[in-house]
């Protein structure tokens, strides 16, 4: 069974950074697109950030100049660096990938999430 798992979540004030990582295990053939995803409380999952398997990356409107993804194909990780973070950036921070296991077929996997909290 695919897995991804997050870290790097916590607690930062205002202004501040954390980078957040996420790890890929289990039997994997390839691993296409990942990104990041997040909910808010009382709000909908939002796109934060995609990158596909040859670096080409794209970004939510309000993350745009503050959020940077990145990704190491050999550790199977995908990063997630937010800077100048704000209070309506608190979320559960959800990693997502496009990864073909067991067959050629390629799946969308989730992450079971980190939390962001911005103290202002």
């Known amino acids: 069974q695919v897995q991804l798992v997050e870290s790097g979540g916590g607690l930062v004030q205002a202004g501040g950074s954390l980078r957040l990582s996420c790890a890929a295990s289990?039997?994997?053939?390839?691993?296409?697109?990942m990104g990041w995803y997040r909910q808010a409380p009382g709000k909908q999952r939002e796109l934060v950030a995609t990158i596909t398997s040859g670096g080409s990356t794209n970004y939510g409107d309000s993350v745009k100049g503050r959020f940077t993804i990145s990704r190491d194909n050999a550790k199977r990780t995908v990063y997630l660096q937010m800077n100048n973070l704000k209070s309506e950036d608190t979320a559960v921070y959800y990693c997502?990938?496009?990864?073909?296991?067991?067959?050629?077929?390629?799946?969308?996997?989730w992450g079971q999430g980190t939390q962001v909290t911005v103290s202002s």
């Open positions: 997502n990938g496009h990864i073909a296991s067991y067959t050629p077929l390629t799946r969308d996997y």
């Open positions: 289990g039997i994997i053939s390839s691993i296409n697109d």
